[in-house]
Structures are given as C-alpha cells and as structure tokens.
C-alpha cells in the first residue's frame, strides 16, 4: 500500500508541476535546478571534516548526479541536481563511517533541501589500521605488512628506489643496489604487479608508498620467497588539477628534474609524469688472495687487485593513465610506463701475482668498458567491479611488458712494464643483444559472506619469452686481429611460463581468533635454448602424479585483536625458487684474470617454509611491532667459489651454485616508533637473526657448514623546527652475516636531510648521503684452497639539492564550468551532459 500511496503522490506532484509551469516541450531538458547543501562535523569533536567526498545518486541506481569536497569551515553544497525526484546523499572520508540519506527534491518548497549539520562517526576499525596521528607517518606497522610512506623521508628527493630502501626498517642494500628483505631477496611489485623494472630505474618522487609483506598469503606468486616489496605508485584522484615540479643537483654530476600533472573532471581522471636523472659515481675497491695447497695448508702465492671504478647513470621514466568510471561501482584504467636509459662504466683493474716469498713474477692492468642502454614498455589494463556489500570486488587487469636492451664490452689485458714476466697484451670484445616480452592476466574476487567470513579466490596466467645474443670476439698481440670466439659466444631463448590458482577463506574461530587458510597451485615451465650450441634445459612442474606436491602451496593465519590497541598473529607458508636462466646454463661467464662463472646444469628449486608470530601494540604516541620468523630450506640454491681442477689454470677461482642439503634460519626482528614532545619522531628498527647452511662445495670433497648469528639495526631521527624547517638523521649497522666457507664485512653509514617549506607551494631540500664516506660492502672466505678479502662501494658520499614548486586547485567541475557558459551563451541553461532516463 505504501508504494501504491508514494506512486499516486508522484503523479498528483508531477500533474502539479505540468499544470504551473504550463507544460513541457518534449525536446527540453531538466532545468536542474536542485541544490542540496549542509555543513559535514565530527560527531565527537564537532570539528569540522574537511576535504570529506559528498556524492549525489540517482536514487534508483549508481548514476553520479553531481559531488563537491567539504570545505575548511565543513560546508558543502552540490546543485544542478534534477529538479524533481528521489536522490541518495553518500559523505565519506578516510577514519569515520560512511554516511547515506534520501532526499527528496519537489517542488516548488523543496528544491533546495538544507541537511543540516551532518554528524560523521569514527570507524574504530579502519583507525586500528591507521596512524592515531593526524599526520601521515613515515612507518605505518599493522599485523600482515608494514607501510613506507615516501613522502615523509627527506632524504630520497631526487633519488632513487634504491635510495628508498636504504631507509625502510627491516630492509638492506647490497653494493648492486639490490634490496634484501631479513636476508632474503625479495619480489619487487609496482602497484601490486610483478616488474620487469629495477629499483634503480624507479624515481624515488613518483613513488607513494612502499608495502612490506614478509611472509605473503597465496593470493601472491608461491615465488616470493624473499617476501615482497610492493612499490606503490603516486595516483591522486582528487577533483581539479594538481601537479608539481622538481628540480635537483648535486656533486658527482648528480642532476635531474621532474613533472607531473593530474587532472580529474567528473567520470574522467588523467595523470602524466615525466622525470629524469643522471648520477656519476668514482669507486674504488680490492681483492686481496691467499693461494692455499689444499694437502698442507700452505702459501702457494698471492693474488693482490685494486679496482677504480667510474660509473655513469642515466634514466628517463614516463607514465600516462587514463581512469573511467563507468559508474559508481565499475571503472576500468589504461595506463603506459615508459623506461630509457643508459650505463658507462670503466673499471681499471691493477693487479699482481706473487709467489710465496711475496715476490712479484706478474705485475698487469686490465681495463673493463661497458656500454649498456636499454628501453622498457609496460602496457595494462585494469577494470574492477564493486558491489552494495562492503568488500565484495573483482578486479581483472592484463599486462604486456616489453623490454630492449643492447651492450658491449671491451676487456684489454696487459703488463705493466716493470712486470718481470711480459704478458702479450690481450683484447676482448663482447656485443650484446636482448629482448623479451612479458604477458600477465590476473582475475581476483573477493566475496565477504558476512562480517567475519570472507571468500577470496583467482587465477593468473604468466608468459615470458626472451631471447639474447652475445658475439664475443678476442685478440692477442693486435688489437685489429679480432678472432670469433665461438665458447664465449652464444645465442639463447628462455620460454618461461607460470599458470596458477588459489583460494582463501577466512572465518573467526575458537577464542576469539580469526584464522585465514588457503591453497595455491602453480603449473610451471622453464626452458633456456643455446640456439647456435644447440643445447636447452627445461624443467616442469608437475611433470607426473610423483610431483602434484611440489605445485601445491599452503598458508595458513591465524590473529587475534586484544585489548588495549594490541594484535597477535602466527602463520605460516610454503614458498618455491626456481633456479634461472643463468644459474642452469654451463656456458663461461669471465669476470676478470683469476674468476669466472658457470651454470650448474643439475641445479633443482629449492623449496621454503616459512613461519612467523607477530605482535603489535599501538600506543597514543606510537606502536612496537615484534615478529620470530623461521625459515627451513630443502636442498638451498648456494653460490660457492672452487679452485678451477685445470692444472694449468692456477690460482683460477670457479664460481657457480649449487643445492645445499638444507638450511635454517630464524631470527627476530623489531620495530618500535615513538612521538616526543610533538616535535621529534623516532623509528629504531633491529632483526638479529640465526643462519646455519651445509651443502658440497666440489663432489669429491667433504660436506662443509655454517652457523652463526648477525643482526641489523636501522634508525630515523625526525625533528620539526619552527618556520616549517625539518632536519632528518638517518643511520644503518649491518654485522656481518655468515655465508658457506666465509662472511660478510659490516656495513654502517650515516645521512642527513634538511628541509624547508615556504607557505604551500615551494619545498627546498639539501641531503648528505654516507656523511662520513663508510658504506661499504665486502667479504672474507677462508677455503681449504685460498683465503680471500673483497671490497667493493657502489657510490660515496655525495651532497644534493632540491626544489619543488606544487600548484593544483580543487575543483569538481573544471571543465563543466566552460561547458555551461557556453549552454547559457546558446540559450540552453545549464548542461552537464548526464543521462537521468537511463
């Protein structure tokens, strides 16, 4: 009977409306002449919410009549509304609970309809998940990951990604600039994505946030085994434009620029970037060698080298992403990545042999030069679907990537003339080739059946194809007498292919705890071909019913929510790493006169469990993450070093991998963050953790083993100055970490930021990077065969520079502004081109 009453009511108010204004030609449009307005507070404070959405709905379905942003004093208004009709008013902000009223617009009384002061209350849970902090934090800690905003470390402007993980708790750098997670080598995502893009390559200024997942669930690849470091992209979605420009300089010929432009009008969101940056770093470093008799234990000889290295860096990174609502619940996203650059390096190697008296019999120079560029493009599509029910989504995205690369190699060997043996002067060439494309499609859904039990589930298919080729020709004596060298040179493809599926349920059980369980399985295939040798290795999982174990991943979380801000979490995964290209592949890879590298054809994956309990408590002025992780490993992938058995090559170091028998490592790892006096925020960071690995190093040999502790410990001093000055301290201790038949050197260095805002729009910066010129990366092996100590630094101390000027305007109707004093220049009112019919 209502609607029967609320359909009459319409017609008498429809026949109303016809009968004042005398009736309506068919051929013209709603006036809209509705306008809702009202004043957005926080229920508790009564402050005002600012910048909190306010969209406007058709009240029948998801159309979007019209939005604004609450203003500084938490007025609002939205007009151009159809001027008769039923609409749904939604207000929602980051920390409070959505907010939705039906309004009815009828005229003539109730056309401007006044909300009134509309009271926003918090959402205990999403806070729990958030700073308390009004600020954004530089380290947000939660239970399953831990966030890294970008944003708040002075110290990257005009950086890096390698510069960022530098500085996030838990995280190292070694001296190739790749990261490492408690360890353990990580995946690297952009915007929950596996990359093909190196952290070197990534601005450090387009970069929003980095999430740090250390033991992920199986919705991520069963690969990730390191974890994963998920750099999230910056993407604003604020109505208007806004944008900024960067400029940097430093010593080492450090210097680069940035811009970027956001635009968003209504269904529409555009976003461009374009920034480059060059580096020069000058490195020096040295080996040091022992020759052993493997029988007696003594000095045979030396081998002593001193590396100077220059290294030149160039990089240019573009994006494009178009972003479609289609409406309120579907919008699909196109987006282009674009990468270029360009490596030159030089190392001069110094290096002489002595006997065991230390008296030089070989004293030479040979000069390494590199010239490498490379062009990547990475193409993808996104759509994602929500429903009514909080939570429930489906995502499907595609992805191409596709990456070119060239280099070439000059390798020139000679003796130095107070060298008492002359050695003929000895050219190497190398010229390379590669390229590969990459093909990803995902599809993910998650479906919450009630408020604690959920259903997720997906697949994902993956396929890369490369192919590289590398002609190396050599010369003895002439430098024009080149002879193809057909060992060296070689010509492989890789066919790499991953298909997968998972299912996750989460649902509270006993005690209070909520438990997550899943399973993943992954179909994979690998196949590396020397074309020109013809020779490949493959592998193939599940190859037959004996295998369908080694494809099937489990995770199980189990967490539980206690009083007083605090969290209890236990889990635990199976992970796999399969061995690569290069790793299988028995072809000579040189590095210099005493090394070279050769794949390990009998090499299998190696297979992780990994287990972690977390704790984490939050206090008003900050939190304490504590986490015990342990990991075992079956048959470990190990890089190891052996005197090369060619009697005629000696002092000659063979370096290859092996499968150790297994592993076990556990440590614990803490992060406590802590606000003094409103001023000072402190984030100390410290994992000590326990290796112990045994495995053949040569088969004729005895099994060896190691077994040690090592910790690492990080901190970040922030201090707020008066006139919006902002000094930045950070420090790094690395101890040094066991490895088979050695360890590794420690590692500390120091940097320090200065910032200064002036008003909203400019932003200087000065860092100092290693303040007093320390980090440094080395190792020390103590072999059966020889005693070995190596020091190698990616850059040195540098100072930097950096100006940022941002400009924006929020503004939900940019472009619909132009578009209505055009309609009033036409005679036709105000249009804004929506559809109410539909």
């Known amino acids: 009977m209502k609607r029967l009453y609320t359909a009459l009511l319409l017609c008498f108010f429809s026949l109303m409306l016809n009968a004042q204004f005398g009736g309506m030609p068919k051929n013209m449009k709603d006036p809209k002449l509705g306008r809702v307005y009202g004043r957005v507070i926080d229920a508790k404070t009564k402050l005002p919410v600012e910048y909190a959405s306010v969209q406007v709905l058709w009240f029948s379905k998801d159309s979007l009549l019209g939005g604004t942003l609450v203003k500084s004093n938490g007025d609002f208004a939205v007009d151009g509304l159809p001027s008769f009709g039923q609409v749904r008013v939604r207000i929602q902000f980051i920390g409070y609970k959505t907010y939705n009223n ?23 849970k999403v806070l729990n998940e958030v700073e308390v902090t009004a600020e954004k934090s530089a380290v947000v800690l939660s239970i399953d990951k831990r966030t890294y905003n970008v944003d708040k470390d002075l110290s990257v402007k005009g950086g890096t990604a390698v510069d960022v993980m530098k500085n996030i708790p838990g995280v190292t750098v070694d001296a190739d600039g790749n990261a490492q997670l408690r360890n353990q080598a990580p995946t690297i995502y952009v915007d929950g994505r596996p990359t093909t893009l190196t952290l070197q390559q990534i601005p450090a200024d387009q970069i929003d946030r980095v999430e740090i997942i250390t033991n992920p669930s199986v919705k991520y690849d069963a690969s990730a085994t390191g974890g994963i470091l998920n750099v999230v992209m910056k993407k604003n979605m604020k109505p208007g434009y806004n944008g900024m420009l960067m400029a940097y300089i430093g010593t080492g010929d450090r210097y ?106 070989v004293d030479g120079t040979q000069v390494n030069d590199q010239h490498a ?128 599926a998972y299912i996750n349920f989460s649902d509270r059980a006993f005690w209070g705890f909520n438990y997550q369980a899943g399973l993943r399985f992954e179909q994979s295939y690998y196949k590396g071909t020397i074309v020109d040798k013809k020779q490949s290795f493959s592998y193939s999982y599940p190859s037959s019913g004996n295998d369908i174990m080694k494809s099937l991943f489990p995770g199980i ?91 005629t090559k000696t002092g000659v170091l063979v370096n290859t991998t092996i499968n150790g028998k297994n592993s076990i490592r556990y440590g614990l790892e803490n992060t406590f963050k802590w606000t003094f006096f409103k001023n000072l925020d402190v984030t100390l960071n410290a994992n000590v953790f326990y290796i112990y690995i045994k495995g053949l190093v040569v088969a004729s040999q005895p099994e060896v083993k190691a077994e040690g502790y090592a910790y690492n410990a990080k901190a970040v001093l922030s201090y707020k100055f008066p006139k919006q000055f902002t000094l930045q301290v950070n420090g790094n201790y690395e101890s040094p970490k066991i490895l088979l038949l050695g360890y590794s050197k420690p590692i500390y260095s120091m940097d320090v930021s200065l910032n200064k805002m002036i008003g909203t729009k400019w932003i200087f910066n000065a860092t100092l990077s290693d303040a007093f010129n320390t980090r440094r990366m080395g190792t020390h092996y103590d072999t059966p065969y020889y005693i070995q100590d190596l020091s190698r630094r990616r850059e040195t101390r540098y100072v930097r520079f950096t100006v940022t000027y941002l400009f924006g305007k929020m503004d939900a109707s940019i472009f619909k502004r132009g578009k209505q004093m055009k309609g009033m220049g036409d005679g036709q009112g105000s249009q804004d081109g929506l559809d109410f019919g539909k």
């Open 102 to 124: 039906k309004v009815y617009i009828v005229p003539p009384d109730k056309i401007d309809q006044d909300l009134g002061d509309i009271k926003l209350e918090t959402d205990e």
């Open 256 to 361: 680069g620029g940035m811009g970027n432009l956001n635009v968003k009008e209504g269904k529409w969101n555009f976003s461009m970037m374009y920034s480059y940056n060059q580096a020069i770093n000058n490195n020096q470093g040295y080996t040091r060698r022992t020759q052993l008799d493997y029988n007696t234990g003594n000095t045979t000889g030396y081998f002593n080298q001193d590396n100077l290295t220059r290294m030149l860096n160039q990089f240019n990174f573009g994006r494009f992403g178009i972003d479609y609502n289609i409406n309120n619940r579907n919008t699909i996203t196109i987006s282009e990545m674009v990468v270029g650059g360009k490596f030159n390096t030089r190392d001069l190697q110094t290096y002489n042999l002595q006997d065991s008296s230390k008296v030089t019999f």
């Open 557 to 647: 979380y189990l967490s539980k929510k206690m009083k007083k801000n605090q969290e209890f979490q236990i889990n635990f995964s199976r992970k796999i790493n399969r061995p690569n290209f290069f790793q299988l592949m028995p072809f000579v890879m040189f590095a210099d006169k005493q090394n070279y590298r050769i794949g390990n054809p009998q090499l299998k994956p190696e297979f992780k469990n990994i287990a972690e309990v977390n704790y984490n408590k939050i206090f008003s002025k900050g939190s304490y993450l504590a986490s015990g992780y342990f990991r075992y490993e079956e048959q470990p992938i190990t890089d190891v070093a052996y005197p090369d058995p060619d009697p």
């Open 373 to 500: 560029q490379f062009k990547n493009f990475t193409t993808q599509i996104l759509y994602k679907k929500t429903w009514p029910k909080a939570g429930q989504e489906l995502t499907i995205d595609a992805n191409h990537n596709y990456t070119d690369s060239d280099n070439g190699y000059l390798f020139t060997a000679t003796s130095n003339s107070n060298s008492p043996i002359y050695i003929t002067p000895s050219y190497q060439k190398n010229i390379g080739y590669s390229n590969s494309n990459q093909y990803v499609f995902q599809l993910d859904y998650v479906n919450p059946l009630n408020d604690v039990r959920k259903l997720e589930y997906g697949i994902k298919a993956y396929y890369k194809k490369s192919d590289s080729q590398n002609n190396t020709s050599r010369a003895t004596g002439n430098e024009d007498s080149y002879v193809h060298d057909s060992i060296m040179s070689n010509h492989y493809m890789i066919d790499d292919m991953v298909n997968a």
